[in-house]
C-alpha cells in the first residue's frame, strides 16, 4: 500500500471519534507523507503495512500511534453490549460482568472487544488489515482507568476480589514513589498492597485543634468495600456520585459475607480453638486437690501423718507406705489414683480463717470426688477435649482449602486432596513411636508430643483433571503459599527450611538449604475427596492424640494438642498476655518439648486481640481484618465473626453517612486510582507511610522493603506529584493545571548529605516529651503514632523527632517554588472571605459608625483586602510556602470545585496595643472547609504571655503567625501535636515540653522568609497563668537553653536539608505595646 493511498484510505474513514482526534489522524497520516516509507512491525503498535518499494522501513512512534487511539471514547466503545447482558464491558472505572473470573480470561476477552472497535473504525485497515493484537494490547493498558489491566502478562487472580484490589493499590503505591509496577511479581505486588492497606487500617477520629467538629475516619475501609461492589455489579458509583442511587449497607453485608466467608469462618475456629488444651493427668490432680483445700505440693510426713487443708487436718484412711515420705500430695494422688480420707469431726474444724470454710457436706462431695479413680476422670475429660481439638484443627485446614479454590477457582467435584507434613533428615528421624506401626510393619506417621521436628505447616496437594496446585499452610500465620508447578515439596522446603521449620520470614527468594542437607521426609496426613479429607484428618489427629493418652496422663504441664499445632493460649487473661506468646516461649521447644510447640496463627490471634498493626498484615485472614479492623473487638465479645462484620459495615454508614459518601464518590471518581483509599483520607502515601508500609514488608520481603525505602530516601519530586518521578530524578513535567512546561531547575531536592552529616543524637538532658506523641492528617489520612506501644521505638535521633520527621515529609513533596498567577489573581475562586461581628468588635471605637451599612461594609472590605494582601506578599515573598500552595492545587487540596471558608473575627477589646477575643478560638475544620482566623491587621493576642519563645520569654500571639498557621494547616493537611497531657502545670515538670510540630516549624520558616520578625515559639501549647508559674520558678534555666538549642538543632536540620535558593531577608518587627497601630 503507498503512502498516497494510505492518505486517501484515511480522508474516507467515518469514524465518530472528535474532530480533533479526526485532525490527529490526519496530522498523522501527513508525516507519513513525508517521511515516505512505511511502518514495520512494532511490539507497542501493531501489524505491518505491506509495500513493495525498496524503501528501509522506519518504527512508528508511539505519539504516532496514540493519534488513532486518543479520539475514541472508550467507555463507550466498550460500553455494554445489547442483548449481551452478561458480556464484559467497561464503564469508565471498572469492568463490569467480570467479577470472579480470572485475569487472563477477562483481558482476552476485553483486548477482543477492543479489537473489533478499532476494526470497526478503519484503524486496522490503516495497519493494513491485520487483527491489531498488539495495539489492542497497548489500549488495553493505556487507555483503561484499572491499573491492574495495565499489567502484562496478567496476574494470576480473580478480577474484583480481594488480591486484585491489592495489586490495584500497590500499582498506585509504586506509581506515586517514582517505580514501575511491570516485571514484578503478582507475589509482590499483593504483598505491597496488603501493607499499605494495613498501614491505613486504623481509626482515627481527628480535628485540626479548636472545639471544631471531628473528622470520622470509620474503621471499616468502606472505599475498597465500594471499589469492589462496583466490580461485581453490586452497586454503581457513578450512579451514587449523581445521587441517583443510595447505598443500602445490606447490599454490603450480603456479598461480602459470601466474599470472606471461609475468612470469617476461620476467624471464628481460631479463636474458638484457641480456647482448647488437652489437660494432664497431674494437671486434673492439681485442680482437685486446690478444690479440697489443699495445697498440691506439700510433702507428706508419715505414714499416718495428717494432710492440712482450710478444713482442716485430714487423715488418709489407708496409711501411705514407706516410699510416699517426702513426696508431694500431686505425685501420691496422682500414683495412687485416688484419696480416701476420713470425715473431719465438726468440732475440729480450724476457726482460724472462717471465710475460707465451707460447710461440712460441701467438703464432703469434694472429699468424695477425690475418692474417685483419677483415670477415669481423666479419661473422660481427655477424650472430649481430643475429639474437640482434632475436629477444630480439621476444620481450619479444610477453611484454608475452600478459601485457595476460590482463589484459583478449583473445582473440587473431581478433586483428589492429599494433606502432608515434612520433617528433616533421613529414615532416622521417622522411627516408631509408642509401638505404632502400618500394616506394612513401618512406622506409622503419628503426631508425638516428644518430636519438635515437624514442619510448622501442612503441605496441600489438589489434583483435577485441569491441573495441579500444591500449597503449604503456614501454621504461624494461616497463610496460603503456593508452591511453582515446576518445584516439588522436597525442593521447595529445601529452598524454605526457615519458613516450614522455623519462625522466620520466607525472604525475597527464600533461604537455602544448606550443602549436607540429609534431605526430608514428606508424610502424608490424610488423603481424599473434598467431603471425605475433613474426617480423615479428624481421624487422624484423633489417632495421635490417642497414642499419647498414657503419656499425658503423667506430665506434669498441660499438654499441647498432637500435630494440631492447637498449644493452650491461656487466654483466660485479655489480650493474649500469657508468658510465652511474645517472647522467647516461641522459640522451638527441646527434644522434650511438644511438637509445634506454637500458638496456632499467632499473627492471627494477636491481631484479633488488639495486637500491632503489623499483626494484622501477617493474619491468615489479613483481607477481612485490614477491611474491618473493628471486627475484632466483636469476635473477642462472643458474637462471631460475621455478624461482627455486618455490624461494623452499618456503623461505618451510620458514622459517615450517605449523603457525604456520595460527595466523597465524585470526588473520588475524577482520581480513579485513589478510590480504594476513599474515606481513608485520600491523598498521596507520604514518607512516613512508606516507612511503615516497610516495616509492613521487612521481615518477609525484605529486598523490596529496602528498595521502597531507598525509593524514598533518594527521590527528588517533580513540581506536579510523584506520577513523573522516575528513579529518584526530577522530571520536566507539563502541568494540566498550569499549562506550561516546568523543568527540574524549580524544584527543591533533597541534600541527602546534609541529612547524614547533621542526624545526630538529641542531647539526653533536652526537656523535650519523648513519650507517646500523635499528630495526625488532618483529614484523617494517616495518623502517627509516635513511640507508641514500641512501633517507633524513640531512637533518640534529631531526623525522627515528630517535627524534623513531618516537616520533612510535607517538603518532599512542595518542590514547585515557581510564582504562578493563580494565587493572586484567582484567589477568590479558592477561598471565600467573610467577617464575623464586626458591629459588636473594638473596631467600632475607632471613629467608624459601623452601624451604618455602607460604613461597615466599607470596613469588611478593607479587612480583607488586607488578607489578601498579606497572603499575596507571602506569596510573593516565601518560596516555601508557593512551594506548599502549589502542591496543595496540585495534589487536589485546594480547588475551585471545593472553597475554603475564611472567617475573619475582629477582636472584642484593644487595650494597650493587646487585643482579646471572647469567642474566637483560630482553627480549622476540615469537614465544613471553615478556617476562623483574627483579623491579620490586629493588635497581638492580649493574653500575657502566651507562647514561650526564645530566651525563655513569654509573648503574646502575634495575627500574622496565627493567620499563616491556620493557612498552612489547609495547604498541608496536617495537624498540631496533642497538648492534652499538658492540662495543668505539674505536667510541664513530668513530661517536658511537648514538640512544636510541623505546621507550627513552617509558620516560622515562612515569616522568616517574608522578613517578618515575630518571637519563635520554642513549643506548641497555649501557656496558662499556671505553666508560666512553673517556668518561671521551677525549670532551671539551663534547661530553657536547651530547650532552645533543641530547637535551633531542628531548625539547621532542615535548612540544611531543604536549602532555600534565596536567602531571607531582615526581619521587621512589628510594635508591640503602646506604639502598635490599630485599624
Not at 528 to 546: D, H, L, N, P, W
Not at 590 to 613: C, E, F, M, N, T
Not at 656 to 673: K, M, N, Y
Not at 968 to 989: E, F, M
Amino acid at each position: 500500500m503507498s503512502i498516497d493511498t494510505l492518505y486517501s484510505r484515511s480522508r474516507e474513514l467515518h469514524t465518530p471519534c472528535a474532530p480533533a482526534a479526526q485532525a490527529e489522524i490526519s496530522d498523522s497520516v501527513d508525516v507519513f507523507s513525508r517521511w515516505r516509507r512505511d511502518v514495520p512491525v512494532h511490539d507497542e503498535v501493531g501489524t505491518t503495512i505491506p509495500d513493495n518499494t525498496s524503501q528501509p522501513p522506519a518504527p512508528l512512534a508511539p505519539p504516532t500511534a496514540d493519534a488513532f487511539i486518543r479520539g475514541i471514547d472508550w467507555t463507550t466503545a466498550l460500553g455494554p453490549v445489547p442483548g449481551q447482558e452478561q458480556a464484559v464491558y467497561y464503564d469508565g472505572l471498572t469492568l463490569r460482568n467480570a467479577s470472579g473470573k480470572p485475569m487472563a480470561q477477562v483481558v482476552e476477552d476485553l483486548e477482543s472487544r477492543i479489537g473489533a472497535v478499532l476494526r470497526a473504525r478503519g484503524v486496522a485497515a490503516i495497519f493494513g488489515g491485520g487483527d491489531c493484537v498488539a495495539l489492542a494490547r497497548r489500549v488495553r493498558r493505556t487507555m483503561i482507568a484499572d491499573p491492574t489491566l495495565s499489567l502484562h502478562p496478567s496476574p494470576d487472580v480473580r478480577y474484583g476480589g480481594p488480591r486484585w484490589l491489592a495489586i490495584w493499590t500497590a500499582i498506585r503505591v509504586l506509581e506515586e514513589l517514582g517505580l514501575s509496577s511491570h516485571d514484578r511479581s503478582v507475589d509482590d505486588l499483593v504483598a505491597i498492597g496488603r501493607a499499605e492497606a494495613a498501614a491505613r487500617a486504623q481509626r482515627n477520629t481527628v480535628t485540626s485543634g479548636g472545639p471544631g467538629p471531628a473528622i470520622v475516619t470509620p474503621r471499616v475501609d468502606l472505599g475498597a468495600l465500594l471499589l469492589m461492589s462496583h466490580a461485581a455489579g453490586t452497586i454503581d458509583l457513578h450512579a451514587c456520585a449523581r445521587s441517583d442511587a443510595t447505598i443500602a449497607p445490606r447490599l454490603l453485608i450480603e456479598r461480602y459475607r459470601d466474599v470472606f466467608a471461609d475468612d470469617l469462618r476461620f476467624l471464628d475456629l481460631l479463636w474458638s480453638s484457641a480456647h482448647l488444651q488437652l489437660s494432664t493427668g497431674a494437671e486434673l490432680a492439681r485442680g482437685a486437690l486446690r478444690a479440697a483445700g489443699i495445697d498440691p505440693d506439700h510433702r507428706m510426713d508419715g505414714q499416718s501423718a495428717p494432710i492440712p487443708s482450710i478444713h482442716g487436718p485430714l487423715r488418709l484412711k489407708h496409711p501411705s507406705p514407706p516410699a510416699a515420705q517426702g513426696q508431694r500430695v500431686c505425685d501420691f494422688y496422682l500414683s495412687r489414683g485416688k484419696l480416701e480420707f476420713d470425715d473431719i469431726p465438726r468440732e475440729t474444724a480450724p476457726v482460724s480463717a472462717p471465710d475460707s470454710r465451707r460447710e461440712p457436706a460441701q467438703a464432703a462431695r469434694i472429699r468424695a470426688l477425690l475418692a474417685l479413680p483419677l483415670q477415669d476422670q481423666f479419661n473422660s475429660l481427655f477424650s472430649a477435649q481430643a475429639t474437640l481439638v482434632s475436629q477444630y484443627t480439621a476444620a481450619l485446614i479444610d477453611a484454608s482449602i475452600s478459601r485457595y479454590g476460590k482463589q484459583y477457582g478449583i473445582d473440587f467435584d473431581n478433586a483428589a486432596i492429599t494433606v502432608s507434613l515434612a520433617r528433616p533428615g533421613g529414615p532416622e528421624h521417622a522411627r516408631p513411636q509408642g509401638g505404632n506401626t502400618g500394616a506394612d510393619g513401618a512406622a506409622a506417621f503419628t503426631f508425638t508430643s516428644t518430636s519438635a521436628n515437624d514442619s510448622r505447616g501442612y503441605f496441600v496437594a489438589i489434583e483435577t483433571p485441569a491441573g495441579s496446585h500444591v500449597y503449604f499452610l503456614s501454621w504461624e500465620t494461616g497463610t496460603e503459599l503456593a508452591l511453582p508447578a515446576d518445584v516439588g515439596i522436597h525442593e521447595w522446603a529445601r529452598q524454605h527450611r526457615d519458613l516450614v521449620f522455623g519462625s522466620t520470614g520466607i525472604g525475597d527468594k527464600g533461604t537455602q538449604a544448606p550443602a549436607q542437607d540429609p534431605g526430608l521426609l514428606v508424610r502424608t496426613l490424610a488423603s481424599g475427596t473434598r467431603s471425605e479429607i475433613v474426617a480423615a484428618i479428624t481421624a487422624k489427629i484423633m489417632a495421635a492424640q490417642e497414642a499419647g493418652r498414657a503419656a499425658a496422663y503423667r506430665r506434669d504441664e498441660p499438654v499441647q494438642a498432637q500435630g494440631s499445632g492447637l498449644e493452650r493460649p491461656g487466654l483466660e487473661r485479655p489480650g493474649l498476655e500469657r508468658p510465652g506468646l511474645e517472647g522467647p516461649g516461641l522459640e522451638r521447644p527441646g527434644p522434650d518439648g511438644p511438637g509445634l510447640a506454637l500458638a496456632p496463627l499467632r499473627a492471627a490471634l494477636r491481631a484479633i486481640s488488639g495486637g500491632h498493626p503489623h499483626h494484622v498484615y501477617d493474619c491468615a485472614a489479613m483481607e477481612v481484618l485490614i477491611l474491618a479492623p473493628g471486627i475484632r473487638e466483636g469476635i473477642t465479645a462472643g458474637s462471631g465473626a460475621a455478624q461482627a462484620f455486618a455490624d461494623e459495615i452499618e456503623r461505618a454508614f451510620a458514622e459517615v453517612g450517605s449523603t457525604h459518601i456520595s460527595r466523597i464518590i465524585g470526588q473520588a471518581l475524577a482520581a480513579p486510582r485513589d478510590l480504594p483509599r476513599l474515606l481513608r483520607g485520600g491523598g498521596r502515601l507520604t514518607s512516613k507511610g512508606v516507612e511503615i508500609l516497610s516495616m509492613r514488608l521487612k521481615s518477609a520481603r525484605p529486598g523490596l522493603a529496602k528498595e521502597l525505602t531507598r525509593a524514598i530516601e533518594t527521590r527528588a519530586l517533580s513540581p506536579y506529584g510523584l506520577d513523573s518521578v522516575q528513579h529518584g530524578a526530577p522530571a520536566t513535567v507539563v502541568s494540566p493545571r498550569a499549562g506550561a512546561t516546568d523543568g527540574a531547575a524549580t524544584s527543591r531536592t533533597i541534600d541527602a548529605d546534609a541529612a547524614r552529616r547533621l542526624d545526630r543524637k538529641v542531647p539526653d538532658g533536652t526537656p523535650n516529651y519523648r513519650g507517646a506523641h500523635t499528630i495526625y492528617d488532618a483529614v484523617g489520612a494517616y495518623a502517627y503514632d509516635w513511640w507508641k506501644d514500641g512501633d517507633f521505638a524513640y531512637t533518640g535521633f534529631l531526623a525522627d523527632t515528630p517535627t524534623v520527621a513531618l516537616a520533612m515529609d510535607i517538603l518532599r513533596h512542595a518542590t514547585d517554588l515557581s510564582e504562578h498567577g493563580w494565587w493572586k489573581n484567582e484567589f477568590d475562586e479558592y477561598f471565600d472571605i467573610r467577617v464575623l461581628n464586626l458591629e459588636k468588635s473594638a473596631y467600632r471605637i475607632t471613629g467608624t459608625d459601623l452601624a451604618d451599612a455602607s460604613a461597615a461594609a466599607g470596613h469588611e472590605a478593607a479587612m480583607r483586602d488586607a488578607l489578601r494582601t498579606f497572603l499575596a506578599s507571602v506569596y510573593a515573598s516565601s518560596e516555601t510556602f508557593r512551594g506548599l500552595a502549589n502542591d496543595a492545587r496540585a495534589a487536589g487540596r485546594l480547588g475551585k470545585d471545593k472553597k475554603w471558608r475564611l472567617r475573619i473575627a475582629a477582636p472584642d477589646t484593644i487595650s494597650q496595643g493587646r487585643s482579646t477575643y471572647a469567642g474566637l478560638w483560630p482553627h480549622v475544620d476540615f469537614a465544613s472547609r471553615t478556617a476562623e482566623i483574627p483579623d491579620v491587621q490586629a493588635p497581638p493576642e492580649g493574653s500575657p504571655g502566651s507562647t514561650l519563645t526564645d530566651s525563655g520569654a513569654f509573648a503574646p500571639a502575634d495575627a500574622r503567625a496565627v493567620v499563616l498557621h491556620e493557612i498552612l494547616h489547609i495547604l498541608t493537611a496536617k495537624g498540631d501535636p496533642p497538648v492534652g497531657r499538658w492540662d495543668n502545670d505539674p505536667s510541664l515538670l513530668a513530661r517536658g515540653f511537648p514538640e512544636r510540630g510541623p505546621v507550627e516549624y513552617l509558620t516560622q520558616r515562612i515569616l522568616k522568609e517574608c522578613g517578618i520578625d515575630v518571637s519563635r515559639r520554642l513549643c506548641y501549647l497555649h501557656l496558662t497563668q499556671a505553666h508560666r508559674d512553673v517556668v518561671r520558678d521551677r525549670i532551671p534555666l539551663q534547661d530553657l537553653g536547651s530547650l532552645q538549642r533543641y530547637v535551633d538543632m531542628q531548625d539547621e536540620y532542615l535548612s540544611k536539608v531543604f536549602p532555600n535558593r534565596i536567602a531571607a531577608p531582615t526581619p521587621v518587627r512589628r510594635p508591640v505595646g503602646a506604639d502598635a497601630t490599630v485599624p
